[in-house]
């Protein structure tokens, strides 16, 4: 988790939308596949019941065939004239037969009844056997047997494999349904867990922000405060990362550094004997401070100087270590930068600036407030 926190904060953002788009495109990837394995086997079942609707309006159709062959059989009075009729007879009621039996297998919904069916029908070849058998002696006689014993029975027959076929449709209607209805659920489902998993991603990224960066810029922030304060001692919390703020920290623990040195040396010219007797005479001037890049100016009273800097007695509160100013001293001709290194109650030490250019002209201005002085 440090080593996360620590990436840097573009590696963050992109770590997140990755990890985002994967688990979107893992979920999606999830839902798809559950979803065509269901839809697959609505598939099947709409198939099979299709097919057994399909054999059932078959079975119908051969048994109307085997209606008409029955009455063309009680009218054929020789064996030669009913052996055509008879070999189409085997084959309707072989097809009406298998058509039973597909459907039987195919909606097991209906199976027994189908199986019901089929034994009616079983039932109608010893009367369509009598049929043939009367044809040939006493044709009226089996006329009177097609119209009295086989057609209702092979009409209510009839009428029960149409109920039926109609509720093997209902059947596929309501399969229909109930797939359509999955796939609404589902598609719920999917935007519902896309939901979640949005939420747990925006979490994940708050968390990560949360210790990757806020939590490290509020510590950065309480150690510019305490530079500012002019604690300039130890080192500066977050200087080991190797992110961004790891970065800042390490610069603001330079800034530290730098001031520190710069308030050591000014505080060793003020202590120096010969420096504070060459310039005493000039205690007590005033001197005219400006920060650089802003408008705000203050005034003090000098309390001591060198070439290291100058300490002044003034109210400078708000300003932080390390301001940058410009400072004209009595009867200098030009304004001199330094630094804010030091801040009490009711003085202030400004570090110069240590370039030849900043040397030359506090030595001229010191040069002439001395002579002036003497």
Request: aromatic share 4%; with cysteine; net charge positive.
């Amino acid at each position: 988790m440090r080593r996360i926190a620590e990436l840097p904060i573009l590696m963050k953002g992109l770590l997140v939308v990755a990890l985002g788009i994967a688990s979107e495109i893992a979920i999606a990837a999830f839902a798809a596949h559950g979803l065509n394995r269901v839809q697959a086997s609505y598939d099947a079942a709409l198939e099979r019941e299709a097919e057994a609707a399909y054999q059932l309006a078959m079975a119908s159709r051969f048994l109307q065939g085997v209606q008409r062959h029955a009455v063309r059989l009680a009218i054929r009075p020789t064996e030669a004239e009913q052996a055509p009729v008879t070999a189409r007879l085997d084959v309707l009621a072989r097809e009406l037969n298998t058509a039973l039996q597909t459907a039987e297998r195919r909606n097991p919904a209906l199976g027994a009844r189908i199986a019901e069916a089929r034994a009616e029908v079983e039932r109608l070849g010893p009367v369509l056997g009598e049929i043939g058998r009367l044809a040939r002696t006493d044709a009226p006689a089996a006329r009177a047997l097609v119209q009295d014993r086989f057609d209702p029975v092979s009409d209510a027959l009839r009428d029960r494999l149409d109920r039926l076929a109609v509720e093997g449709q209902r059947a596929i209607d309501r399969s229909q349904e109930a797939a359509a209805s999955f796939a609404s659920r589902t598609l719920v489902a999917m935007f519902a867990v896309s939901g979640v998993a949005l939420l747990i991603g925006i979490a994940a990224a708050l968390l990560l922000f949360t210790f990757g960066v806020t939590r490290p810029m509020r510590a950065l922030g309480a150690e510019v405060e305490r530079v500012a304060r002019g604690e300039l001692e130890g080192s500066v919390a977050g200087g080991d990362r190797r992110d961004e703020i790891g970065g800042l920290a390490r610069a603001v623990e330079g800034e530290a550094r730098s001031l520190g040195a710069e308030l050591d040396a000014f505080l060793a010219a003020m202590r120096d004997p010969s420096e504070r007797r060459k310039y005493e005479r000039i205690d007590g001037r005033d001197a005219t401070v400006t920060v650089i890049g802003g408008d705000v100016t203050r005034r003090g009273r000098i309390a001591d100087i060198s070439r290291g800097g100058v300490a002044l007695r003034g109210t400078f509160a708000g300003w932080p270590a390390g301001t940058s100013v410009r400072i004209e001293l009595p009867g200098g001709r030009e304004a001199v930068a330094a630094r804010l290194v030091r801040l009490a109650d009711d003085n202030a030490g400004f570090a110069f600036r240590q370039d030849p250019a900043s040397l030359a002209v506090i030595d001229a201005c010191l040069e002439r407030l001395t002579r002036r002085a003497a």
